[in-house]
Each structure stands twice: as structure tokens, then as C-alpha cells.
């Protein structure tokens, strides 16, 4: 293998036909041996290979960072002492900071007191974000007393295991760990790889198929914010609302799939979230696993709802802000999690009203209130957030396709202010078609799990599964990174 030649993609033929097969082979062939510690050490190097391939110069910052955690939590173990947390806490954050921050902090300062501070040039490594915040949680796990006395080797497995390194979902030890040292973990399980392999072929399809088809769309209008329509803003709006869906809940499922595999349970992290009929339903929702660290290691912390409506709406607003900001180093990002805190604060205020209103109407609040917001998410700056927002609710703005069907059946609608000309990014009825079909799919359909626990091993299913796979593998010629892999 090349190392730093760029990211082991799961959705790369190295990957599914070379790295994958071999790992897998060799992890139950040393388990068989009953060289079960041999086999876990296996498990962490192939996890270090996978990581490497993306950058060797970034190994090391990984292993110090998993070497200083391992110890502090050990440290913790045995004193409980909170300078030690604080200390643990400020060089994960510190480290965070520098390589993700650093550059964004200083541009802002110039722009805010007209200096001139050279911005350094700082490679992001892939999955900072992930594997800090996996062991922040670890450490203050250990503060509380709730760790195990793990070894070194265990703990790193925990960190390392590459289906969730590089963009989640976040691992918490007392849900992960214990699986490691289960004998029956060892022992290829036919009925885990079968549903393993289904969840990755349906993640792959969602990411090759689904996602990446949608994504010239998405790059289209937010390339050209200041040229859309009514029309064409809401076809980029929406395209993005499902690019991001299909590309990281494919990229979840593939790794719940390959942890599968090799026996272990990661969590689910998405379950329907744009059936939601409140933005609080579509937090418990949406990247379950950060909104359970956001309430468990943030929210919580702060004081949650125990000390008055006006602390808790503070606390909900705080908390989202920094959400956004972990997302990326950026405003809008920041306008992302801020919005989100908004509806957070609005949504709690509304409950108490007790006033209700139809379902169709909730949903739609809801879904028009994250598509807006998920334009500020991939804008390219706060201008062309705000352009588009401005695109979508400008309705003396809509028009047509100037050739084809629609100007010669709907001409008449000219008499009311329709425009119909060249669209620079709507073409016809296919994005409208495809994006009513997404919405329906999303909506309305079983998910994944919930289709997978209605799996039954027949050649029908095997088929279908089959075909899933096939399609998804015939279109990598093509890769592209997971759009998480930049935050």
C-alpha cells in the first residue's frame, strides 16, 4: 500500500476488494488460532494502516493523542481529581484548536481589528474531531468513575477501529469496549456478516448512487447564489438537504455494517430524521451519537434545565453555537448551530403553550426550518448563505423553462408574473421529480434498520442485496470523500 497517497475511501476498490477481505481473513484466522490478543492487536495495526493511508505525518499526532489519553484516564482512575480532568480536557481541546481553529480564529481577528496576521497553512488531520471528542468523553467517563481499568491495547482498539475513525459514529467505552473481550466475538457469526454486508451494500448505494448524483446539482446553485430563482433556490436547498442525508447515513450505515462484520454493535446514528414533526424529535434524530454527547458532556454540564427557563434556553443556545463551531471553521457554521439553538429555544417554548397543531403542518415547519439552516451549512460565506435564503423566500421571483412543455402548455401563466427563460440550474421536471421522490422516500419508507430487522436470509433477499452491492461497486470508478470527512 502507498501511504499518503490520499484516504482509503470505503466506497475505493482497495478498500472493499484488497483492505477489507484481508483484515476480516486475518482477524478470524488468529481468533480461531485462540491468539485472541494477537487477533485484537491485528485489528488496531490494520486500524493504523487505514489511517495512515491518508497521511503517515499524521500517525504520530494520533498515537500521542491515544497515549496521553490512556494515561490521564488511568490517572483519573486513581485520584479523581478534577485539575487532572481539566488538564486532560484542555490538551484535547488544545489540540483541536490549533488544527482546526488556528487559521480560522486569526482571519477572523484581522477581519475584526483590520490587522494583518499571516494565516499558517494547516493540514486538518482526518477524523480530529472524531477520535477527540470520543476521548474527551472517555476522560471524563473515567472522572466519574465509570471506566474499567482497560489495557492500553483495548483502549486503542476502541479509538482506532476504522470503521468509525475517520467520521464517527462517536464510540462511548461502556458500550464498545466490553463487546472486545467477548469469546463469541472471535467466532464468525454468519448472521452478523450477512447483515453486515447488507447495511454496507445499502450505505454504498446510498453514497455512489443516491448522494453523489446529487451533488453537481448542490455545487451548481451554491456556485452561482447570486443567479438563482425561487425555483432553482429551493432545487439546491433541497438537493443539499439530501446529498448530506444520503452521503452521511450511507457512510454510518457502512460502518455499523463493517463493525458488524467483525461482530462488534456501533451505534445507529441515524433514524429518519426528516420524518421529524419538531426540531427536538429531529435532534434525537440527526447524528444521534453527537446529540447524545452534546446533552451528556455539554448541555448537562452547563446545568441543563435545572436552574430556570432563562439558564436552560441559555445553556441550549450555548451548546448548539459550539455544535456548529465543531462542525467547521467558519461563520456559517456558527449561524448553523446558532439557528438550530433558536428553534431548540422556540421549539421548548412552544411545548409549553400546549398548543397543538396538525401533524402535516409541524413536519412542515420543521422541514422548511432545517433546509434553511442547511444552506448556511454549505454556503461558502455567510453573502451567499444569506443570497439564497433571499432566493427562496423572494415569490415574485419564480420562473419557468423557457423551452419545452412547460412554456408552450403553461404560457398563460405569464398573465400572472411567471417569467419563463433560460435556467441557468433548473432544466425541467427531473430535479423536481427526483427531489418529490426523495422527500416521499424519506418520509414515508422503512429505513434501513428497520428493513434489516425484517431480513431474512433467502435467495430473494440474497438478490436483492446482490444487486444493491453490484450497482454501487460498478460505480466507483468515480470516488469521492464522504462530505463529513471535512469536519
Not at 450505515?253 to 458488524?260: N, Q, R, S
Not at 447524528?287 to 441543563?304: E, N, Q, R, V, W
Given at each position: 500500500?502507498?501511504?499518503g497517497?490520499?484516504v482509503?475511501?470505503?466506497?475505493?476498490?482497495?478498500?472493499?476488494?484488497?483492505f477489507l477481505?484481508?483484515?476480516?481473513?486475518?482477524?478470524?484466522?488468529?481468533?480461531?488460532?485462540?491468539?485472541?490478543?494477537?487477533a485484537?492487536?491485528?485489528l488496531?495495526l490494520?486500524?493504523?494502516?487505514?489511517?495512515?493511508?491518508?497521511?503517515i505525518?499524521?500517525?504520530?499526532?494520533?498515537?500521542?493523542?491515544i497515549?496521553?489519553?490512556?494515561?490521564?484516564?488511568?490517572?483519573?482512575?486513581?485520584?479523581r481529581?478534577?485539575?487532572?480532568?481539566?488538564?486532560?480536557i484542555?490538551?484535547?481541546?488544545a489540540l483541536?484548536?490549533?488544527?482546526?481553529?488556528?487559521?480560522?480564529?486569526?482571519?477572523?481577528?484581522?477581519?475584526?481589528?483590520?490587522?494583518?496576521?499571516s494565516?499558517?497553512?494547516?493540514?486538518?488531520?482526518?477524523?480530529i474531531?472524531?477520535?477527540?471528542?470520543?476521548?474527551?468523553?472517555?476522560?471524563?467517563?473515567?472522572?466519574?468513575?465509570?471506566?474499567?481499568?482497560?489495557?492500553?491495547?483495548?483502549?486503542?482498539?476502541?479509538?482506532?477501529?476504522?470503521p468509525?475513525?475517520?467520521?464517527?459514529?462517536?464510540l462511548?467505552?461502556?458500550?464498545?469496549?466490553?463487546?472486545?473481550?467477548?469469546?463469541k466475538?472471535?467466532?464468525?457469526?454468519?448472521?452478523?456478516?450477512?447483515?453486515?454486508i447488507?447495511?454496507?451494500?445499502?450505505?454504498?448505494?446510498?453514497?455512489v448512487?443516491i448522494a453523489?448524483?446529487?451533488?453537481p446539482?448542490?455545487?451548481?446553485a451554491?456556485?452561482?447564489?447570486?443567479?438563482l430563482?425561487?425555483?432553482?433556490?429551493?432545487?439546491?436547498?433541497?438537493?443539499?438537504t439530501?446529498?448530506?442525508?444520503?452521503?452521511?447515513?450511507?457512510?454510518?450505515?457502512?460502518a455499523?455494517?463493517?463493525?458488524?462484520?467483525?461482530?462488534f454493535?456501533?451505534?445507529?446514528?441515524?433514524?429518519?430524521p426528516?420524518?421529524?414533526?419538531?426540531?427536538?424529535?429531529?435532534?434525537?434524530?440527526?447524528?444521534?451519537?453527537?446529540s447524545?454527547?452534546?446533552?451528556?458532556?455539554l448541555y448537562?454540564?452547563?446545568?441543563?434545565?435545572?436552574?430556570?427557563?432563562l439558564k436552560?434556553?441559555r445553556?441550549?443556545l450555548?451548546?448548539?453555537?459550539?455544535?456548529?463551531?465543531?462542525h467547521?471553521?467558519g461563520?456559517t457554521?456558527?449561524i448553523?448551530?446558532?439557528l438550530?439553538?433558536?428553534?431548540?429555544?422556540i421549539?421548548?417554548?412552544w411545548?409549553?403553550?400546549?398548543?397543538l397543531?396538525?401533524?402535516?403542518v409541524n413536519?412542515?415547519?420543521?422541514?422548511?426550518c432545517?433546509?434553511?439552516?442547511?444552506?448556511?451549512?454549505?454556503?461558502?460565506?455567510?453573502?451567499?448563505?444569506?443570497?439564497?435564503?433571499?432566493?427562496?423566500?423572494?415569490?415574485g421571483?419564480?420562473?419557468?423553462?423557457a423551452s419545452?412543455?412547460?412554456?408552450?402548455?403553461?404560457?398563460i401563466?405569464?398573465?400572472?408574473?411567471i417569467k419563463f427563460?433560460?435556467?441557468?440550474?433548473w432544466?425541467?421536471t427531473?430535479?423536481?421529480?427526483?427531489l418529490?421522490?426523495?422527500?416521499f422516500?424519506?418520509?414515508?419508507c422503512?429505513?434501513?434498520?428497520?428493513?434489516?430487522?425484517?431480513?431474512?436470509?433467502?435467495?430473494?433477499?440474497?438478490?436483492i442485496?446482490t444487486?444493491?452491492l453490484?450497482?454501487?461497486?460498478?460505480?466507483?470508478?468515480?470516488t469521492?470523500?464522504?462530505?463529513?470527512?471535512?469536519?
Amino acid at each position: 500500500m502507498n501511504v499518503g497517497c490520499g484516504v482509503m475511501l470505503f466506497n475505493s476498490y482497495e478498500f472493499i476488494f484488497v483492505f477489507l477481505p484481508i483484515t476480516l481473513f486475518v482477524y478470524f484466522f488468529l481468533a480461531k488460532k485462540r491468539y485472541t490478543k494477537v487477533a485484537t492487536g491485528w485489528l488496531v495495526l490494520a486500524s493504523l494502516v487505514f489511517y495512515l493511508y491518508w497521511n503517515i505525518y499524521y500517525l504520530p499526532l494520533l498515537l500521542i493523542s491515544i497515549f496521553f489519553n490512556y494515561n490521564v484516564g488511568k490517572w483519573l482512575e486513581k485520584t479523581r481529581q478534577k485539575n487532572v480532568l481539566i488538564f486532560g480536557i484542555v490538551f484535547n481541546l488544545a489540540l483541536l484548536a490549533y488544527y482546526k481553529y488556528a487559521g480560522f480564529f486569526i482571519s477572523s481577528i484581522n477581519t475584526a481589528f483590520f490587522t494583518d496576521v499571516s494565516v499558517p497553512e494547516i493540514v486538518l488531520p482526518l477524523g480530529i474531531s472524531f477520535f477527540t471528542f470520543t476521548q474527551t468523553a472517555y476522560l471524563v467517563d473515567a472522572y466519574r468513575g465509570e471506566t474499567k481499568g482497560y489495557s492500553l491495547l483495548t483502549y486503542s482498539l476502541f479509538v482506532t477501529i476504522f470503521p468509525h475513525l475517520i467520521a464517527g459514529p462517536i464510540l462511548y467505552h461502556k458500550d464498545i469496549i466490553p463487546q472486545f473481550s467477548k469469546l463469541k466475538n472471535f467466532v464468525v457469526n454468519y448472521k452478523n456478516l450477512s447483515l453486515g454486508i447488507s447495511m454496507f451494500s445499502i450505505g454504498l448505494f446510498k453514497k455512489v448512487i443516491i448522494a453523489d448524483a446529487l451533488a453537481p446539482w448542490v455545487k451548481l446553485a451554491f456556485d452561482n447564489a447570486d443567479q438563482l430563482t425561487f425555483i432553482e433556490a429551493w432545487c439546491g436547498a433541497l438537493a443539499y438537504t439530501f446529498q448530506l442525508y444520503f452521503d452521511f447515513s450511507g457512510y454510518s450505515e457502512m460502518a455499523v455494517g463493517l463493525g458488524l462484520m467483525l461482530n462488534f454493535k456501533l451505534p445507529i446514528n441515524f433514524n429518519s430524521p426528516y420524518r421529524s414533526t419538531s426540531v427536538i424529535e429531529f435532534w434525537r434524530r440527526w447524528h444521534m451519537t453527537l446529540s447524545a454527547f452534546l446533552k451528556d458532556y455539554l448541555y448537562i454540564p452547563l446545568g441543563g434545565n435545572r436552574y430556570g427557563e432563562l439558564k436552560k434556553m441559555r445553556n441550549l443556545l450555548i451548546t448548539m453555537l459550539l455544535a456548529g463551531l465543531w462542525h467547521g471553521a467558519g461563520w456559517t457554521f456558527v449561524i448553523w448551530g446558532g439557528l438550530h439553538g433558536l428553534y431548540l429555544i422556540i421549539n421548548h417554548q412552544w411545548k409549553k403553550c400546549g398548543i397543538l397543531l396538525p401533524k402535516t403542518v409541524n413536519w412542515s415547519i420543521t422541514f422548511i426550518c432545517v433546509i434553511v439552516a442547511w444552506v448556511f451549512f454549505r454556503a461558502g460565506s455567510v453573502h451567499d448563505a444569506l443570497t439564497i435564503v433571499k432566493a427562496m423566500g423572494n415569490v415574485g421571483n419564480i420562473a419557468l423553462p423557457a423551452s419545452g412543455v412547460f412554456e408552450a402548455k403553461l404560457g398563460i401563466l405569464g398573465n400572472y408574473g411567471i417569467k419563463f427563460m433560460e435556467m441557468n440550474y433548473w432544466h425541467g421536471t427531473k430535479e423536481i421529480i427526483v427531489l418529490a421522490g426523495a422527500i416521499f422516500v424519506l418520509t414515508y419508507c422503512k429505513n434501513t434498520q428497520e428493513r434489516l430487522r425484517e431480513l431474512k436470509p433467502n435467495w430473494k433477499w440474497i438478490g436483492i442485496v446482490t444487486i444493491i452491492l453490484v450497482c454501487g461497486i460498478l460505480s466507483l470508478s468515480k470516488t469521492s470523500e464522504f462530505l463529513y470527512f471535512q469536519f
